[in-house]
């Protein structure tokens, strides 16, 4: 009997589709155009740069055909800047702003390639930065700093989406612009949880309500007699 699926995406599939995004690779070694679902790669010829999907780019890596360039937004000091705007603001650090003219929905935009925005994070932020420390440290600048300013930027982060979870008690509600795949993923839990909740307990205030009205309802009807009763024998 199969196990009933968690509903959304979970942590591996969300990475999986992260590998579709888009990176630049530098050649080590001349390759010709390959035919992909997707549309035909560009031919690699080093020592210039060229975009090609992350599954191949790292699947290129492992055989040492060819080096990753890291985003700008992955440099150490870009992702201070975007920590200094995330501790300083309530409210999650804008995405990086659509091309002019696309056909590619959000998450697989060319935001992690070496021409993407220095200040902000993509969708795939997440995902893109582990795999890249996982599978190509060395084509990092310091990946130990790297590591350190992610985890602190995904504690801030994470942080924000409780506190505005914590809101809808209130009657509030939570903004997601500019949170990605991995971080929706992640709190899906926790945000259906409390929903449920609070769903369960507005129930239960609502069945209180009514039992509550029904019983000052009886009770106003026998009120209502007993004085009936009492100026009918003051007629008498």
């Known amino acids: 009997m199969a196990l ?9 599939e969300i990475a ?16 010709e155009r390959l035919e992909l ?9 080093p020592p210039h740069r060229s975009p090609l999907p992350l599954w191949l780019a790292l699947l290129l890596k492992r055989q040492r055909r060819a080096n990753i360039l890291p985003p700008p937004w992955l440099h150490p000091s870009s ?3 975007i920590l200094k705007a995330e501790t300083e ?11 002019p003219s696309t056909i590619a929905s959000p998450p697989f935009l060319p935001s992690s390639t070496a021409t993407a925005p220095r200040d902000a994070l993509p969708y795939h932020w ?6 890249l420390l ?17 985890r602190d930027l995904r504690e801030v982060r994470m942080a924000k989406m409780r506190a505005g979870v914590a809101e809808l008690g209130g009657g509030g509600g939570v903004s997601l612009t500019g949170v990605g795949g991995m971080e929706v993923g992640e709190g899906r839990g926790f945000v259906t949880g409390v929903v449920d909740g609070l769903r369960k307990l507005g129930a239960s205030k609502e069945q209180t309500r009514r039992e509550r009205e029904a019983e000052e309802r009886e009770n106003g009807y026998e009120r209502g007699g007993a004085d009936d009763g009492d100026n009918d024998e003051m007629v008498l």
């Open 37 to 45: 679902l997707g549309g035909p790669t560009p031919p690699l010829q």
């Open 4 to 12: 009933p699926l968690p509903p959304g995406l979970v942590p591996a």
């Open 126 to 131: 997440l995902e893109m930065g582990e795999i």
């Open 134 to 150: 996982e599978s190509a440290p060395d084509d990092l600048v310091d990946p130990d700093a790297v590591r350190r300013l992610m």
């Open 79 to 81: 992702l201070e800047t």
């Open 89 to 99: 603001s309530k409210s999650f650090s804008d995405p990086p702003p659509l091309p």
């Open 16 to 31: 999986f589709l992260c590998e579709m995004e888009t990176v630049t690779v530098i050649p080590r070694q001349r390759l």
